[in-house]
């Protein structure tokens, strides 16, 4: 298989502690992107790279909030102190970069995280 | 800013009758719109995208979506539905890493 990869697929955490999701891209996508979706809503933009470079974060992107990509390969997003709040699928998607406007992202299956 | 809206929450088509899923847009310059479809605890599906030319795209499973420029819409339709076609369809400006809120499709035997 040759799509998107997301690990863990399922998550729970106490309220506090930290947790880190991984995602592979599709092999040669120059980019990758992190979303948040929550129960009933449509994805919501977290982060986006450019190889290794971090070139846009959103403003739901808390101090909290972390995500690095650092060989421009797989991509890792750390969630410290986590809330009850942040419960949510955490979904990664890659493109291969050409022209962000017209580029289709491809998804992975999500990372299902339940903050008790 | 750029920004899509989904209308329908929820549309419900009888099994082989031709369906719609509506989506309007609102963008600044020319808009490139896509739909994606999702299944039960899965990601995202690409169906189809509009960048530039004919008015009607065709995409996967069956589907095609219509651009109308004066109406701001990118409506997704299907000439007949399956029941494998229930699942919840989202509109999406990627340039502007928008989606719209989503519309569950259910499809009725």
């Known amino acids: 298989d040759t799509g998107v990869s997301q690990n863990p697929r399922h998550k729970i955490t106490k309220r506090g502690q930290n947790v880190t999701f991984r995602c592979d891209p599709i092999?040669?996508?120059?980019?990758l992107y992190w979303y948040r979706q929550t129960l009933g809503q449509g994805p919501e933009f977290l982060t986006y790279?450019?190889?290794?470079?971090?070139?846009?974060k959103s403003r739901l992107l808390s101090d909290r909030f972390s995500a690095e990509r650092p060989k421009g390969s797989f991509s890792t997003l750390e969630i410290q102190r986590t809330e009850q709040g942040d419960s949510a699928m955490y979904l990664c998607?890659?493109?291969?970069?050409?022209?962000?406007?017209?580029?289709?992202?491809?998804f992975g299956p999500g990372t299902r995280l339940t903050v008790l | 800013a750029q920004s899509v809206a989904q209308p329908e929450d929820q549309v419900n088509v009888a099994e082989g009758n031709p369906l719609t899923v509506k989506c309007t847009y609102s963008?600044?310059?020319?808009?490139?719109l896509f739909w994606y479809v999702q299944y039960p605890n899965r990601g995202l599906q690409f169906l189809l995208k509009?960048?530039?030319?004919?008015?009607l795209v065709k995409g996967s499973y069956g589907f095609e979506a219509e651009f109308n420029k004066s109406q701001t819409s990118f409506h997704l339709k299907k000439p007949s539905a399956l029941v494998s076609d229930s699942a919840l369809y989202f509109c999406?400006?990627?340039?502007?890493?928008?989606f719209g809120t989503g519309t569950r499709l259910t499809i009725i035997p």
């Open positions: 998607a890659s493109s291969p970069g050409l022209v962000i406007l017209t580029d289709t992202q491809y």
């Open positions: 092999s040669e996508h120059n980019r």
């Open positions: 790279f450019q190889n290794e470079a971090q070139l846009e």
């Open positions: 963008v600044s310059g020319n808009p490139y």
């Open positions: 509009y960048i530039t030319g004919d008015n």
């Open positions: 999406a400006v990627i340039g502007g890493l928008t």
